[in-house]
């Protein structure tokens, strides 16, 4: 029986999916496998036996990830699964920015007038707002989020500039060929009436909104974030907002001070909030932690390599190791020692780290002990065929 930990809701359309051979609870301490949403796992000590994390989602700024890697736990997540609830949120937010929605359905509830209709109609023209049609929208990080907006933005004829430098091939083609392509992000901070960030936080992109980046937008521009709050400065937004330099600020990642402040729209993370996303992101991270738990299989890490082979023989042999030479040799010496075949065998490496996983139809139990006995061994692994 495989265990595995929820630390947070997740879709029981996925969770189904596991089937008879697992056990699926929040309250585990030597569970073999996470699931998780955005619960912060930075202060989770993982007990000995986990054996990866599968995030619910893109965002993997909630888990330790080196740690998980020094550890040999393998991290997954779900690209792309809630892309479109994402899109569809921003393309809400994009409209509130524009039009002032928000403000004028407050003040509506704040009317005494016994003539509701004509104290509308002298009261509405505080709540004018721009159309997006024929404006600018400048889109940083063209994933899986970001070329779903752009392609919905010139759906709707906005003219679309859009910067990705590490750009996937996968997303490359999925982009509408009317995108312009900037190669720089100052050429679409200038250019922008509207700016949406999709970029995974990290040290490159923290803080990329600040009063340097904004001095060089548009006065007026309405910035969209909803990928994640380290992204933006709130202190150089605040006061950007209260110059006038930004005319709305939307976002899915607000705090108390922006809460408070004019002009800002806080969603409390809801990109991913729909119900179809969250089957689609429990049914993508289900599958992956099934196959890598019974097979070895690894698609879609964040901090392994992409290694999936076909089951061939009754045992697998699966070896988490330092990416560094020699390493095939020392398996392939303890594996003729031990006078055990080998049938097939993969290796792949990420960085730092590589995988390889041996099949054989022999087996000799202390196999593991010997080939982790080596330095450059972080973790191994037997996986029998028969048992499933
Ligand atoms: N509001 C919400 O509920 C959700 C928020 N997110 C956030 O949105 C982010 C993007 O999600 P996806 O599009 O699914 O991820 P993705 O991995 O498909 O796309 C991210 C893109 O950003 C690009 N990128 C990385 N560094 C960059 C840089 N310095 N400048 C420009 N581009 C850069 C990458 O090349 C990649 O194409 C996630 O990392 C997550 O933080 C994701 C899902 C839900
Ligand atoms: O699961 C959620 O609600 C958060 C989604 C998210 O932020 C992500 O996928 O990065």
Redesign the pocket.
Known sequence: MYKIKTMNKISNEGLKLFGDLYEVDDKFEDEDAIIVRSAKLHDYDPPHNLKAIARA???V?NIPVDACSDKGIVVFNT??A??NA?KELVLCGLFLSSRKVVEGIEWAKTIEDDDFGKAVEAGKKQFVGPEIDGKTLGV???????VAVANAAIKLGMHVVG??????VK?AWGLSKWVKHATT?EEVYREADYLTI????NE??KNMINKKTIALMKRDVRILN???DALVNTEDMITALKKEQVAKYVT?FGNKDLVNTPNVIVMP????STPESEENCARMAVTELKDFLENGNIQNSVNMPTVVEARATNYRVCIIHKNIPNMLAVFANAFAKKGMNIENMVNKARGDIAYTIIDTNDLSEDITKVIEKHDGVIRARVIAKAVF
């Open positions: 989602g893109a965002g700024n690209p792309g809630n892309a994402v940083i990080g063209l994933g899986a989020i970001g910067y990705d430098p590490y750009i996937s997303a992000p999709h970029v995974p936080a490159e992109t909803f990928a994640r899915d993370h809801l990109g991913a």
